[in-house]
């Protein structure tokens, strides 16, 4: 069972990037996947939750509302965070965690990925 995060990089301001969280060893069918980001010298941020028994998304921080997305390739089990608009306050390490459970019911936290470095600097 294992949660692989990748896609992170140096983003100039403004910029895109689009994180994946690929799954292996079990089907993301009805878990819900959550991102989280932890700068340093802070705690770690819940960011947004996609459950697969609906492909809805439930949560997004008000930081990155607007900005971030969320998805889910039940096909790939894969899940995405599409960030955009990217400030150097997005700069963080990001990671993706799963739970067999509901957004509604639960933040995700079963299953960690480790986490993909993001950097904001131009």
């Known amino acids: 069972v294992q949660l692989q995060a990748s896609g992170g990089g140096l983003v100039q301001p403004g910029g895109s990037v689009r994180l994946s969280c690929a799954a292996s060893g079990f089907s993301l069918d009805y878990y819900a996947i959550g991102w989280f980001r932890q700068a340093p010298g802070t705690e770690r941020e819940y960011l947004s939750c996609?459950?697969?028994?609906?492909?809805?998304?439930?949560y997004y921080a008000d930081a990155v509302k607007g900005r971030f997305t969320i998805s889910l390739d039940n096909a790939r089990n894969t899940a995405y965070l599409q960030m955009n608009s990217l400030k150097p306050d997005d700069a963080a390490i990001y990671y993706c965690?799963?739970?067999?459970?509901?957004?509604?019911?639960?933040?995700?936290?079963?299953?960690w990925g480790r986490g993909t470095l993001v950097t904001v600097s131009s």
């Open positions: 996609i459950s697969s028994s609906d492909n809805k998304e439930y």
């Open positions: 965690a799963a739970d067999e459970d509901h957004c509604l019911a639960t933040i995700p936290g079963v299953y």
